[in-house]
């Protein structure tokens, strides 16, 4: 997972997050972020993400100019939380708010990459599809109603209150 600062031009955070693994993440408040996945990485002596398979960024640092290959996406900013595919597909997400008294609706972002036009495949070293680089006819998170799934209906984005804690549910992209 890459977070980065999307009021600086500083290179991303990198945090390796094992299978059903956890990790916090605090935002400063005022300020946007955008997180990223990645899949297959590398660490480096930095312990910065590299050689990943799908979310790779040029030079293995992810900024606001240099932004990754086929990743989804969340952008952060002042208690506003959206999914988004701008810059490709990697993975199926689904946020949670972790919050008694909250009113917060979860958010997703869940697509087959069998809908994602040919020329956008990213194929894995074996030949098969592992994600959607951006472009034209990437299906969009706002648009994904169709898409059968437990975490229906779809909610692109959602606000909640600054600070909330959310839980994200990575989803294995189908190909269905």
Not at 36 to 50: I, P, R, V
Not at 147 to 156: C, G, H, I, K, L
């Amino acid at each position: 997972m890459r977070v980065v600062d999307q009021s600086s031009s500083s290179a991303s955070i990198d945090y390796a997050v094992p299978p059903d693994g956890i990790k916090d993440i605090s935002f400063e408040p005022g300020k946007s972020y955008a997180v990223f996945f990645a899949t297959g990485c590398s660490e480096d002596k930095a312990g910065h993400l590299k050689d990943c398979h799908s979310g790779n960024c040029p030079d293995s640092h992810c900024t606001v100019e240099n932004r990754p290959l086929a990743a989804t996406m969340i952008y952060y900013i002042d208690g506003s939380w959206t999914t988004s595919t701008e810059l490709g597909y990697n993975f199926g997400l689904y946020g949670d708010f972790l919050c008694d008294d909250c009113d917060c609706s979860s958010i997703s972002c869940i697509i087959s990459l069998n809908k994602c036009p040919s020329s956008t495949i990213l194929e894995g070293s074996d030949g098969l599809a592992i994600a959607c680089k951006a472009g034209a006819g990437v299906p969009s998170c706002q648009d994904d109603t169709t898409e059968v799934s437990s975490y229906s209906p779809p909610s692109a984005g959602t606000s909640c209150f600054d600070g909330a804690v959310m839980k994200i549910k990575i989803i294995s992209p189908t190909k269905e």
